[in-house]
Antibody, heavy 121, light 106 residues
Framework: QITLKESGPTLVKPTQTLTLTCIFS??????????VGWIRQPPGKALEWLAL???????RYSPSLKSRLTITKDTSKNQVVLKMTKMDPVDTATYYC?????????????WGQGTLVTVSS | EIVLTQSPATLSLSPGERATLSCRAS??????LAWYQQKPGQAPRLLIY???NRATGIPARFSGGGSGTDFTLTISSLEPEDFAVYYC????????FGPGTKVDIK
């Protein structure tokens, strides 16, 4: 069974850097074709894809947020970390991580439960 | 960037009725389109992938169709648990999500 869980601060101040961790089980990021992505959702709004890291360390970023994002993986710890710099109140959202591989036909499935991050001074 | 547009924004129907949701892409995504269902307070769940394939465990009342730029999600007969928000997503060129269609109870 594949599971993912996000963790990180619930509150960050404007201009700070957000660091989120996704800890997963049921698959390995050293297996060919596997990826872990991050998606966010502001309260009451739509989903927005942020970043994705593949088993071979290939990394993809949202063009609109690329300059602020860094995604890394630690295969031995079964975790993926997302850093977002220069946080602003508009970045207030629930942040999800999700699995992608041949098992899910390369779509995001399943997702973690999400973690709400509020940006406020 | 490929932009996905969903219509209608809200669909008000009664249990047992048929729901037809639309997703249109700003350029062709071939069949690289999926549909997700999201209920309040929950993470999205994959329903349909590659435009027309049901994900594991998804009931047969959910079906997807289309290719290129125009796609539909059909729920043949709405069950009480189907009232939710539905998002389309493409992975033909990077990844983008549509704005969602809310299916609520009439």
């Amino acid at each position: 069974q594949i599971t993912l869980k996000e963790s990180g601060p619930t509150l960050v101040k404007p201009t700070q850097t957000l660091t989120l961790t996704c800890i997963f089980s049921g698959f390995s990021l050293s297996t060919s074709g596997v990826g872990v992505g991050w998606i966010r959702q502001p309260p009451g709004k739509a989903l927005e894809w942020l970043a994705l890291v593949y088993w071979n360390d290939d990394k993809r970023y949202s063009p609109s947020l690329k300059s602020r994002l860094t995604i890394t993986k630690d295969t031995s710890k079964n975790q993926v970390v997302l850093k977002m710099t220069k946080m602003d109140p508009v970045d207030t959202a629930t942040y999800y991580c999700a699995h992608s591989s041949t098992v899910s036909n390369y779509w995001f499935d399943p997702w973690g439960q999400g973690t709400l991050v509020t940006v406020s001074s | 960037e490929i932009v996905l547009t969903q219509s209608p924004a809200t669909l008000s129907l009664s249990p047992g009725e048929r729901a037809t949701l639309s997703c249109r892409a700003s350029q062709s995504v071939s069949s690289y389109l999926a549909w997700y269902q999201q209920k309040p307070g929950q993470a999205p769940r994959l329903l349909i992938y590659d435009a027309s394939n049901r994900a594991t465990g998804i009931p047969a009342r959910f079906s997807g169709g289309g290719s290129g730029t125009d796609f539909t999600l059909t729920i043949s007969s709405l069950e009480p648990e189907d009232f939710a928000v539905y998002y389309c997503q493409q992975r033909s060129n990077s990844f983008t999500f549509g704005p969602g269609t809310k299916v609520d109870i009439k």
